[in-house]
């Protein structure tokens, strides 16, 4: 499905089309980016082990997390596990590059899977990270959803390989993502 422009606008359908996927596909584990909570909580009582994958504490300003520790609570609450940590597709790097400039082999991958939409390298940079976490297991088809700025307008299926042999991810399927972004 493609939907005309990119945004939170997209978000209500995304879920309802990874989880009738995941049900029809018989995939167990949906990654899902949030900042706030609002999206991830859409998932309530889907029936699937659900990650979900902040923006690292420091994203917007030092030292303050975007999400609320009210919201991780009412999160974990669902049966969710939530995930925070160095984002796999900048971290450090992103810091070389500020500091010299240039860009840096990671950075490209990124740029690169912007060309499919911001939410299609978010989905990969999630499913990545929650498998390095431990919180989806190895081998197996996921589902990830991400989007441009808020929301989710992007769902696919995948199957993450570590960070440490990112270049063995295999995006299966897009689900859903914008025409236009």
């Known amino acids: 499905m493609y939907f005309k422009l990119?945004?939170?606008?997209?978000?209500?359908?995304?879920i309802e089309l990874a989880i009738k996927t995941a049900n029809e596909r018989n995939i167990n584990h949906i990654v899902v980016a949030s900042c706030s909570g609002s999206t991830a909580k859409l998932l309530k009582d889907c029936g699937k082990n659900v990650v979900v994958v902040t923006h690292v504490?420091?994203?917007?300003?030092?030292g303050k997390m975007e999400i609320s520790e009210k919201t991780i609570e009412e999160l974990k609450a669902m049966g969710f596990r939530i995930y925070t940590g160095t984002h796999v597709l900048s971290g450090a790097e992103r810091g070389i590059s500020r500091k010299f400039g240039g860009v840096y082999p990671v950075e490209i991958m990124a740029h690169t899977l912007r060309m499919l939409g911001q939410g299609v390298k978010?989905?990969?940079?999630?499913?990545?990270?929650?498998?390095d976490a431990g919180l989806i297991p190895y081998g197996e088809d996921v589902i990830a959803i991400g989007g441009t700025s808020e929301g989710a307008d992007t769902a696919v299926i995948i199957r993450p390989s570590h960070a440490a042999s990112i270049f063995e991810?295999?995006?299966?399927?897009i689900i859903c993502k914008p025409y236009e972004f």
């Open 6 to 14: 990119a945004g939170p606008h997209n978000t209500q359908k995304t």
């Open 57 to 62: 504490n420091g994203f917007s300003e030092p």
């Open 122 to 131: 978010v989905a990969v940079e999630i499913s990545v990270m929650a498998l």
């Open 169 to 173: 991810t295999k995006i299966k399927e």
